[in-house]
């Protein structure tokens, strides 16, 4: 489901645009009388429109979670032990409970409790929420500055190959074409595409977006794969839905051009002649920031690939890379079967290389320096440096760059200070809301892909959400298994029931105490979805269950 | 060998084909794997996850869309399978109503059985969330029950991959998606053509016929009696009823589609007002009631007394494309032999007449070069004066797929119909404008070194003279004519020239004017021209429009040829019918149709005998059929129900459906199919008995006793159709269809014809193909241009179709006439108002539809609804070579009837 849909919109709506595409253009809420015009303006089945309008949040016609309200307070994990929850009770209090919704995550878990209002965030503690009520009520323009991230500069001597350029602009932002240019890429188009791909190999880099997959080997398959007409992508996923994760987000907004460097280098690699952003819908600088600085290249004629930017329209699995494929292309984004791996067939059914923000962004410094001496930095098979991004459970909380291989007890306790005045450290959750959550006694483990694998805990996307002794974990737990169950395409019936039927145990559980029958079902719920998800969502979403099960055998006893 | 792969399964090694599913090799080896997402006629789509199988080394993978891996190890059953398979079970239950003694797929439920291999102790979930949406019966065909939808999206992908009407759509995200027609709308309103086939792929009772509970007493696969596709059908039967129609899932024309008129159209059969007794006219000209022998013996009388007193020629016989190929064998025999006159015709005449003809002459064959796999194989379709999402909707749904998947589409037709809003080029002329588009086609071919001069070297002839003729058909030249700009002529006929393997499809509207011949000779020549034809993907044929239309010329219910075409002087031919038949076939030539109705008015024509046509409302010039029937000293009419023209008959015969009886129907593509008997005749006589019965009362034989065994019939036709000597009923039902020709036992039946440019004729004649206008053209008297044809609900006069559920279907209850926006706002004329439709010959009265299907200037009506009888507006013009009808080009005006009707 459904090359048919596909190739109807191309015969049917000309310029290459899609539902998605139109439904995007739509001002203020998609209604039913809408769906029904552009249907019939265009030729496209009703359904087909009314489809692709309910699988996104900022399209859907009824929904209530994420959109058409003004208001929307943040519930990633972060913001909800920072207070979100309490921040959200509030203001439906002072505003009612139509203009307050919520959305995961707005990126900002360093200054949690955060909240939206239309395209601006505002940190939700005391004043901002009291100016977030009176924009509401009077139309009075906020006065506070919009929250930001902090970016940690690596000590000296350590490495700093991602966060380079920011930490060296004044403001944190290296935007604005950069000095040395695209010295990288030239290099790389100087050398024929086997020669960059090699170097990317040596490299060792490895996919910074969650499975870890070889970054040349990838590239190489792209290269190598047929095309049915001779057209190849490049994809960089800024789809960066992770709750406590917002890598992607600042060095998209903080130095844009390594990102498009990093394309146009993947491109020159892999034969591409367009690179796509996806952006998602809650990151609106970034996609402003990339638009001026996609304007930049092309008027300096440095892009010599077409460039083009996606705003996605709130939808987690669209991180995915087959169901992000399918949004580009103008279908509910469902995850899609593999093989074929989008590497073979992707994009229009064209090879097409799926990468995330900061794998394409370590792509100019390896063009610039070797993939050897890349592979020096870090450990044997988690070369190189990750971004981590840590939540404000921490006393410095905020970006960092580490090498691969220190231990998490060095990145919290030591770079962010621990946890911050009269709050002990409780757990760990990495690698976003399907991530594993690891008990202290874990900490000693160093950051890579193999390393964490074998603590029962996943690198992800780099994303690390501290919790104390004031946490409820267990209430943590069905929160995030609740949006497991928010945002399951639907396609798969393990992911579509299963996560739903969890999420209704689980509150059972926190209600009534876990029973061996409450705990037989609960696991046998986990293994089914674990194995018998057809991605990695539903197959992810157990995770963090099994893990309190496995590290924190009290909580599921307290109320037993 | 490189192709094939070793795997263990089980235990048990095999070789598999590479590149083949793990469920495909399962089943290979005998196995199988539970599975409810998944379809064998939709592509993969992994949703239900129950054909998990173990990969030694490995997580668990799903069988329906992972591919096997040379020396993997595989286990389709283990304790952690079960576990999972019934922990999936659990969760489709538990938003799944219980009600299984009660629900209407009971016994016909994937799930249920599911269930029951796998086993389900119990539902552990308390208090679960559930969806409980409200029954929908609003459609008359299928009934929605969503509350039992388990979500696997067969009904979905089935509207999309196979019958591609994207009518139904996923809605919404995890649980609570939800299956959707339109926008969120009933099925009818969303424009479901109800071709059923979501039904069919419902695993569960989800989406159900309308009406069936219980399984049926018995099956009998048949093939449709609908349009020329040749769908093979499983027809239901109960308490002596048809109770439900299915396709059959290996049907070689259909593999396992139908279409609405296929699945729901067979209540026709049991409708209160069949015929049940023969009817005799009385004196004052009512009917009375009689029995068989009565009438039949009245009818042999009669026939005989009319032909010792006038001859031969006094008499003429219509036979039907509704009627078996060995009826109509037996009712030119009958008219040969019995009756000693040629004056014997069928329905091809006001339909493909021109098409058999033009590919006669110019190929050496009158049928189809190719096949309808050829729309799979094809680059580019021409697909001309055709509307097979409505008139052959099997058809239709495979040309759309295949637009869909890359063929280049282009459509000549007045009308914008769905395939033309997807085409590549629309040619949307002017009715009766075919071949000025078709010329300046050809001679921009010529013009621009686009022919296969190689091809036309080797295997045509009279290229010179075509060329010389079509001097200065430019598409500047037949721009005024056709009112299409002439680039996008000139880009069409690039278009098609640039394909590898062209494929050329018409329908009526190239043969039912007066330039049918012409028009088809045209079509014949862009493919010879261009060397495609006699390959896959490249041919030429007509899209039939009746289910036995081939069959009946065929078997040479036509009055100058035998069956397998042989012509009427062909000494061998005579000589071989004495033979068998033992009687000299009569040499005077016999009439077509319209020339029978014309020696009806002269009083040379005493006596007809008109088998399964209503022509009284079916042909053209309505008035002078009527006054030709009543001029006849005798006329016979055997038929279904009280037609139009059975009101005018002395005698009336029940006919019988192609549900009563055995036999065999040849499709579009030549394919000859069974015809099984499901429910036997409702008045007791089968067509081909009461044809055996009637010459036995004349003391003469058709070589048969009567009842009818239509496969000693076949027997005979194999004897004198060179074409058919391979074909028997025991080899159709060994084998299931042959397509001829098909010469020898042994024989696999030709899929392509003149394969290689060898065509039947020797060469291939290139004809010329000259232009001339219309007979009827719009003038300030009569300023639009009506042009007629079917819709997807109905069937000709819609005799079958209007007495089944389909009629119930908003869209199916009555004619409109569509009118452009503009002409309907020029004339202030409103949805729905009715108005008079009045042309040189005659005046209708009939509610408006406004939409851009059609251009300005242009008016679309069907003929399938008898309170219209749309015919009555057509004139007597004809194709010069066939007298095929002008059915497709009227001038009528608009006049708007008093107030609009209330609504509601």
Known sequence: ?560 | MSDQVSVTIDGKQARVAAGSTILEAVRAQGGDLPTLCHSRHLAPHGACRLCLVEVEGGRPVAGCHTTVRDGAIYRTTSERLTRLRRTILELIVSDHPLDCLTCRANGDCALQSAVAAIGLPEVRFAAPRTHHPEPDHSHPLLHLDMAKCIGCGRCVRVCDEVQGSFVLGLAGRGFDVRVIAGNDQTLEEAGCSGCGQCAVECPVGAIREAGRIGYPQREVVTTCAYCAIGCSLVVGVGDGRVVAVRPLEDGPANRGHACVKGRFGYGFVHAEDRLRTPLIRRPDGSFAEASWDEALDLVARRFAEIRDAHGGSSFGMISSSRCTNEENYLAQKFTRVVMGSNSVDNCARVCHSPSAFALGAALGTGANTGNFEDVEAADVLLLVGANPTESHPVLGARIRQAVLKGCRLIVIDPRRTELARLADIHIALRPGSNVAVLNAMQQVLIAEGLVDRAFIAAHAENMEALEASLVGMTPEWAEPLCGVDAGTLRAAARLYASARRGLVLWGLGITESCQGTVAAFALINLAVMTGSVGRPGAGAGPIRGQNNVQGACDMGALPNVFSDYRRLDDPQARADHQRIWGVAPPTQAGFKTPEMYGAARAGALKAMYILAQDVAQSDPDTTGVVTALNSLEFLVVQDLFMSETARLAHVVLPGSSALEKEGTFTNSDRRVQRVRQAVPPLAGLTDGTIILEIARRMGASLGFEPPLDAARVMEEIARLTPNWRGISHERLDREGGLRWPCPTADHPGTAIVHEGGHFIRGRARLTPTPWRSPLETADEDFPFLLTTGRMLFHYNVGTMTRRTAIQRLARAREERVHVHPLDAARLSIAEGDRVSVISRHGRVGVPVTIGEDVGPGILFMTFHFPQTRTNLLIGPGADDHTLCPEYKVTAVRLEREGIPEAHG
Not at chain 1, 25 to 45: F, K
Not at chain 1, 187 to 207: K, N, Q, T, W
Not at chain 1, 311 to 340: D, F, M, V
Not at chain 1, 530 to 536: A, F, K, P, T, Y
Request: overall charge negative; aromatic content about 4%.
């Open chain 1, 1 to 560: 489901m459904s090359r048919n849909l596909v190739a109807l919109t191309g015969r049917l709506v000309a310029g290459g645009r899609t539902a998605f595409d139109l439904l995007g253009e739509v001002s203020g809420p998609v209604e039913d009388g809408v769906i029904a015009d552009l249907a019939r303006s265009t030729g496209l089945p009703a359904q087909h429109v009314r489809t692709v309008a309910e699988f996104y949040d900022e399209l859907s016609p009824t929904d209530g979670h994420a959109s058409h309200a003004r208001v929307r307070v943040c519930d990633g994990e972060a913001c909800r032990v920072a207070g979100g929850d309490g921040l959200a009770d509030s203001l439906v209090e002072r505003l009612g409970g139509e203009a307050v919704g919520r959305v995961t995550c707005l990126g900002l878990c360093s200054r949690a409790p955060v909240l939206g209002l239309d395209t601006r965030v505002v940190a939700g503690e005391g004043e901002g929420a009291n100016q977030v009520v009176a924009a509401i009520r009077t139309g009075r323009p906020l006065s506070l500055p919009e929250p930001e991230n902090a970016v940690h500069a690596p000590a000296a001597g350590r490495p700093c190959l991602l966060l380079r350029r920011m930490v060296a602009a004044p403001s944190g932002r290296a935007t604005g074409f950069p000095a040395e240019g695209y010295a990288a890429l030239a290099r790389a188009r100087s050398m024929p595409p086997e020669a960059v791909i090699a170097e990317i190999v040596d490299s060792g880099l490895r996919g910074r977006g969650g499975a870890g997959f070889p970054t040349g080997a990838k590239l190489a398959a792209v290269a190598a794969a047929p095309s049915p007409d001779g057209r190849r992508f490049v994809i960089a996923n800024l789809d960066e839905g992770d709750a406590g994760a917002f890598i992607d987000k600042e060095l998209a907004e903080r130095d844009p051009h390594a990102l498009i460097e990093g394309i146009l280098i993947a491109a020159h690699a892999c034969g591409a002649g367009e690179g796509i952003i996806y952006v998602r819908h809650e990151y609106p600088h970034a996609f402003s920031i990339l638009r001026h600085a996609i304007e930049e290249v092309v008027a300096r004629g440095e892009d010599g690939c077409a460039l083009r930017l996606v705003r996605g329209q709130g939808a987690y699995i669209c991180g995915e890379e087959t169901s992000l494929i399918r949004s580009i292309e103008g279908l509910p984004a469902t995850a899609g079967l593999r093989p074929p791996y989008p590497a073979e067939a992707g994009l229009w059914g064209c090879p097409t290389a799926v990468n995330n923000v900061e794998t394409l962004c370590t792509l100019p410094w390896i063009l610039r320096h070797g993939g050897a001496a890349y592979a020096r930095i870090g450990r044997p098979g988690s070369t190189g440096t990750k971004l981590v991004s840590l939540n404000n459970r921490l006393r410095r909380p905020g970006l960092y760059e580490v090498e691969m291989g220190t231990p998490l007890r060095e990145v919290l306790f030591g770079l962010a200070g621990g946890m911050i005045e009269g709050h002990r450290f409780r757990a760990v959750q990495i690698g976003g809301p399907l991530g594993a959550i690891l008990p202290e006694a874990a900490l000693d483990v160093g950051l890579g892909f193999e390393s964490l694998a074998a603590v029962g805990g996943t690198l992800g996307h780099g994303g690390m959400v501290v919790f104390s002794d004031h946490d409820d974990l267990l209430r943590l737990a069905c929160g995030l298994m609740a949006f497991a169950a928010r945002e399951s395409c639907g396609r798969c019936f393990p992911c579509r029931i299963g996560t739903v039927r969890a999420s209704e145990l689980l509150e059972r559980i926190a209600e009534h105490g876990l029973t061996p029958g409450r705990e037989a079902v609960l696991r046998d719920l986990c293994e089914t979805l674990r194995l018998g998800s057809l991605c990695g969502l539903g197959g992810m979403a157990p995770t963090p269950i099994e893990s309190l099960l496995t590290h924190f055998p009290d909580i599921w006893r307290r109320t037993a």
